[in-house]
T-cell receptor
């Protein structure tokens, strides 16, 4: 049982390049999330998916797109990377049922845009 | 605008003593609160939660207190252990009105042996 996995762990991009961050969970959770963590800012929600086939914007969606490919996978795409997108990105999942709302996080992807 | 605030960036406590981490929120619609613990180079891990119908929840050495009138919650760790040294985030959500969780900026706890 791997929980939430993210690839890659590290990535360096040049300004203007594109890339996709991959996330998968094996806990049969309905909801999945993408956050970024910046120094002094805590975790900020980029996008989330309440269930397969649905996605919604969070606090900081500009410059990103997402795809909920199936119940297991939720990817985050940067179409044209900017230095302001240098951050640590975390994917999370949650059952979001009446008994359990906590989120389970992946290990993170450290992205640097030069 | 930060809806969840942790005003203490860091805290140092002697092993065996109590650690108290504080969190304030501004949105009165929040009705579910969580604490997460994060070690360097790892993702946050869930620690304990509380819904707004309670004012206290305990799990072993960890207790969360909620003061709705003050829009304040706190995490007590008793007794503190060196392995508790980590960054602690509080988070809040309005469970019945949306899926978003709002996180504080974190408090770095150091437990001194």
């Amino acid at each position: 049982n791997a929980g939430v996995t993210q690839t890659p762990k590290f990535q360096v991009l040049k300004t203007g390049q594109s890339m996709t961050l991959q996330c998968a969970q094996d806990m049969n959770h309905n909801s999945m999330y993408w956050y970024r963590q910046d120094p002094g800012m805590g975790l900020r929600l980029i996008y989330y998916s309440a269930s397969e086939g649905t996605t919604d914007k969070g606090e900081v969606p500009n410059g990103y797109n997402v795809s909920r490919l199936n119940k297991r996978e939720f990817s985050l795409r940067l179409e044209s990377a900017a230095p302001s997108q240098t951050s640590v990105y975390f994917c999370a999942s949650s059952p979001r049922d009446s008994l359990s709302y906590e989120q389970y996080f992946g290990p993170g992807t450290r992205l640097t845009v030069t | 605008d930060q809806q969840v605030k942790q005003n203490s960036p860091s805290l140092s406590v002697q092993e065996g003593r109590i650690s108290i981490l504080n969190c304030d929120y501004t949105n009165s619609m929040f009705d579910y609160f969580l604490w997460y613990k994060k070690y360097p180079a790892e993702g946050p891990t869930f620690l304990i939660s509380i819904s707004s119908i309670k004012d206290k929840n305990e799990d072993g050495r960890f207790t969360v207190f909620l003061n709705k009138s003050a829009k304040h919650l706190s995490l007590h760790i008793v007794p503190s252990q060196p392995g508790d040294s980590a960054v602690y985030f509080c988070a809040a959500s309005a469970i019945n009105t949306g899926n978003q969780f709002y996180f504080g900026t974190g408090t770095s706890l150091t437990v001194i042996p």
